[in-house]
């Protein structure tokens, strides 16, 4: 079950990383939602650093947490329409 773990976290973390290289924010966004699109990321940021944090230390389970979290707000930017992307398999696309 430790092995399934870890391999459930290094390809989490992997997906995340490269949704994180693809992402965009969507063009001649209003300073508000430009501002909320640059938060979105900030928080994707933050719960990466997080994971890997956990990753280090061992504590596996959070570190997925983390992880999936981290995808979560690039998703939820995406389907607000506030960060683009294009690619179906690493996005939930509206």
């Known amino acids: 079950m430790q092995n399934e773990l870890?391999?459930?976290?290094?390809k989490y973390r992997a997906l995340?990383?490269?949704a994180l290289e693809e992402i965009e924010l969507m063009k001649e966004l209003e300073e508000k939602d430009e501002k909320i699109a640059k938060d979105f990321l900030s928080m994707?940021?933050?719960y990466l650093e997080d994971g890997k944090h956990f990753?280090?230390?061992g504590d596996l389970l959070t570190a997925l947490a983390s992880f999936s979290y981290s995808?979560?707000?690039?998703d939820a930017g995406v389907r607000a329409k506030l960060l683009k992307a294009e690619d179906?398999?690493?996005?939930t696309l509206p």
């Open 6 to 10: 870890k391999e459930k976290v290094k």
């Open 44 to 46: 994707c940021k933050n």
């Open 16 to 18: 995340t990383e490269r």
């Open 55 to 57: 990753q280090e230390t």
């Open 88 to 91: 179906d398999q690493l996005f």
């Open 71 to 74: 995808h979560a707000w690039l």
